[in-house]
C-alpha cells in the first residue's frame, strides 16, 4: 500500500513545548514539503527537500526545523518559538523537486492544537 | 504579487445538478495549474494539471478548462453525486529562482452536495 502517512492525526500541545509531527512516504520521492492550512487561507509552505540531507526554507519557516537524513522521511518539528502554532499541517512528496511539470502527493494531515 | 482568486468561496447544490467553480490568477511565469479535491480533515488530492497549451482537461465527471490569456480556469463538476462535497482547491506553479517549482494555492471553494 504506497503513499503518504502522517502521524498523528490529532496533536495536543501545552504553550512553550517543542513537538515533533512525522511524515513517511514509501513512494521512492525525492522531494518532500511541509505545508501548513489555516481557515480562510491557501497552503503556505513551511520547508521543502530536494534531496536526502539537504533542506529549504519555505515562506514561513520561522518557529519550525526539520530534517531529512533518510529519503522516505521528513520530520517537522513545531519550536516554543512559533508564536501561532495551531493549524492543520500536511505534508506532500513528488518524484522530484526541479521544474519538471511534478505532481504532488500528499498526506493525510496532522491538526495540531495548543492548550 | 503572485496571487489565486476563487470564487465563490462556498456555493450549496443539489445531487444531480452541475456547478462551476472559478479560479483567477497573477502568477508569473506561469508553469502549469492543478485542481485538487480536499475532504474534511484530508489532504488534497489532484484531479487535474494543465500546462499552458492545454484548454480543457476532463477526468471523470470533472472538466477544467485554462485560458491563458485571460488567466482564469474553472472547473465544471457534471451530475453532482453526495461525494462530490469537498473543498476545491485551485494552485498555479511558477519557476521558482533556483529553477524549482513553486507553487500558490488559492483559500479553495467549499462545495456542499445535498439530496
Known amino acids: 500500500d504506497g503513499g503518504i502517512t502522517q502521524s498523528p492525526k490529532y496533536l495536543f500541545r501545552k504553550e512553550g513545548q517543542n513537538v515533533t509531527l512525522s511524515c513517511e512516504q514509501n513512494?521512492?520521492?525525492?522531494?518532500m514539503y511541509w505545508y501548513r492550512q489555516d481557515p480562510g487561507q491557501g497552503l503556505r509552505l513551511i520547508y521543502y527537500s530536494q534531496i536526502v540531507n539537504d533542506f529549504q526554507k519555505g515562506d514561513i519557516a520561522e518557529g519550525y526545523s526539520v530534517s531529512r537524513e533518510k529519503k522516505e522521511s521528513f520530520p517537522l518539528t513545531v519550536t516554543s518559538a512559533q508564536k501561532n502554532p495551531t493549524a492543520f499541517y500536511l505534508c506532500?512528496?513528488?518524484?522530484?523537486?526541479?521544474?519538471?511539470?511534478?505532481?504532488?502527493?500528499f498526506g493525510p494531515g496532522t491538526r495540531l492544537t495548543v492548550l | 504579487k503572485n496571487q489565486v482568486e476563487q470564487s465563490p468561496q462556498s456555493l450549496i447544490i443539489l445531487e444531480g445538478k452541475n456547478c462551476t467553480l472559478q479560479?483567477?490568477?497573477?502568477?508569473?511565469?506561469?508553469?502549469?495549474l492543478r485542481w485538487y479535491k480536499q475532504d474534511t480533515g484530508r489532504g488534497p488530492v489532484s484531479l487535474t494539471i494543465?500546462?499552458?497549451?492545454?484548454n480543457t482537461k476532463s477526468n471523470g465527471r470533472y472538466t477544467a478548462t485554462l485560458d491563458a490569456d485571460t488567466k482564469q480556469s474553472s472547473l465544471h463538476i457534471t451530475a453532482s453525486q453526495l461525494s462530490d462535497s469537498a473543498s476545491y482547491i485551485c494552485v498555479v506553479s511558477r519557476v521558482g529562482l533556483y529553477g524549482n517549482e513553486k507553487l500558490t494555492f488559492g483559500t479553495g471553494t467549499r462545495l456542499t452536495i445535498i439530496p
Open positions: 494543465m500546462t499552458f497549451s492545454e
Open positions: 479560479c483567477n490568477y497573477t502568477v508569473s511565469p506561469f508553469s502549469n
Open positions: 506532500a512528496s513528488s518524484i522530484d523537486g526541479g521544474f519538471s511539470y511534478n505532481e504532488q502527493f
Open positions: 513512494l521512492n520521492h525525492d522531494a
